[in-house]
Structures are given as C-alpha cells and as structure tokens.
C-alpha cells in the first residue's frame, strides 16, 4: 500500500532562518507528490506538487521541494522562514492507477519564532 | 473562480443524532472528493465521485456514512446514527481532471459528537 510519512510532527524555527521539512514515500512506479498547507481555520492549499517533470519543484511563498528518487524523498525547505509560515503542513502522494486517490502524511506543525 | 464551499463549518451533535454535511464544489469539476481527519491522526481518504457516479468509496468507514451527488454538482454526506468516534474535520476537494490539474480542498466541516 502506499504512504508517505512526515519525519517530524512539530518544527520550531526563529524568523530569519531555513524551514526544512522532510517527507518521505513508499516507493512505486509514477508518485505524483504534493506538498499542502493549513492556516488556522483555513482549508488546505497547494504549496506545490511534482508530476515527473522537474525534479526541483518551486512552489509559493517561496517554498520549494526535491525530488529525489534514490532517497524516496520530497523534502520541502525555504530560505527564510516568515511569522505568516506557522501553519501544518501534510506531504501528500498518489499514484497511477488508484483513481487520483491522495495518500497524507500526518502533517508537521511549523511554529516560527521570533 | 469561486472555490470549494462546505458547511456547516461547526456541527455539534449528541450521540445518535443525524448530521449531513454539504460540499459545493468548483463549477465544472466533475471530480469530488470526501476526506477525513479524525482526531490526531492523519486525513483520511472516503470517497470519490466522478459527476453524480461513486467511482471509488473504499475509504468509508461503515454503513453509517451516506454520501450522495445528486446532478453531479453539490455532493451531501449523511451520518446516521453518528457515534463518538465520528469526530473530526470532514474535507471536500473537486478536481476537473482526476488530479493533474490539482485538487482544489474546502475549508473543511469540524464535526464534534457528544
């Protein structure tokens, strides 16, 4: 079966400085990967995905994430963290042939500091 | 374009009671999607309609959920009778293309049953 799991439940970084979230996935033919994010009181909105083009997927705000098939990982980082970043965050993945269906991590919650 | 519009956003209910939850996707999605996150754990997939037609209902949990889109548009998801264990934030996403395109997700329905 599929899945993706989230390294890390909480990050705590000080304003200013790199996020680096981890995810990895169980390995199969054709992930599509995604990386999504939930404010407060907010629904889930598409950071970025990778679809087997670009190995290197930039996303908004600055975020970005690799893909590195060797390491079944899909890592999201960005440079410099900002007070408006502290939200969860839920790698996601899904896979040809099982109808679109999106597999979840169990999400990291990204606390900035100042 | 409008996005993915649910409610209630809050529903408390006791133990036994009926709850529907309503999910009106993006016009022309033909995609829909039910997800599910219960309490500290990850979002769960329920079920996928491709217009008025379950293409994919592996992900509910027992005969208690109902989920219904009638004309293919707004989609309806009924549990009766709801139990402690239902608790949690229902998700609604629509796709125009099965994914490729990305999903578009709702801010979400928190259920709470007492």
């Known amino acids: 079966a599929q899945s993706v799991t989230q390294l890390d439940s909480h990050v705590s970084v000080s304003e200013g400085t790199p996020v680096l979230l981890r995810c990895n996935y169980s390995?199969?033919?054709?992930?599509?990967l995604f990386w999504y994010v939930q404010h407060p009181n907010k629904g889930l909105q598409l950071l970025l995905k990778y679809t087997s083009a670009a190995t290197l997927v930039k996303g908004i705000n600055g975020f970005e994430a690799e893909f590195k098939k060797s390491e079944t990982s899909f890592h999201l980082t960005k440079p410099s963290a900002h007070m408006s970043d502290a939200a969860e965050y839920f790698c996601?993945?899904?896979?040809?042939?099982?109808?679109?269906?999106?597999?979840f991590g169990t999400g990291t919650r990204l606390q900035v500091t100042l | 374009e409008a996005g993915v519009t649910q409610f209630p956003s809050h529903s408390v209910i006791e133990k036994g009671q009926t709850v529907t939850l309503r999910c009106d996707p993006i016009?022309?999605?033909?995609?829909l999607y039910w997800y599910r996150r219960v309490m500290g754990k990850e979002i769960k997939f329920l079920l996928h309609f491709v217009k008025e037609s379950k293409q994919d209902e592996s992900g509910m949990p027992n005969n208690r959920f109902l989920a219904e889109r009638t004309g293919g548009t707004y989609s309806t998801l009924k549990v009766q009778p709801a139990e402690l264990e239902d608790s949690g934030v229902y998700f609604c996403?629509?796709?125009?293309?099965?994914?490729?395109?990305?999903?578009?997700f709702g801010s979400g329905t928190r259920l709470t049953v007492v």
């Open positions: 996403a629509s796709s125009p293309d099965r994914g490729r395109g990305g999903y578009t």
């Open positions: 016009s022309g999605h033909d995609n």
């Open positions: 996601v993945v899904s896979y040809t042939g099982t109808a679109s269906k999106l597999t």
């Open positions: 390995s199969s033919y054709s992930p599509s």
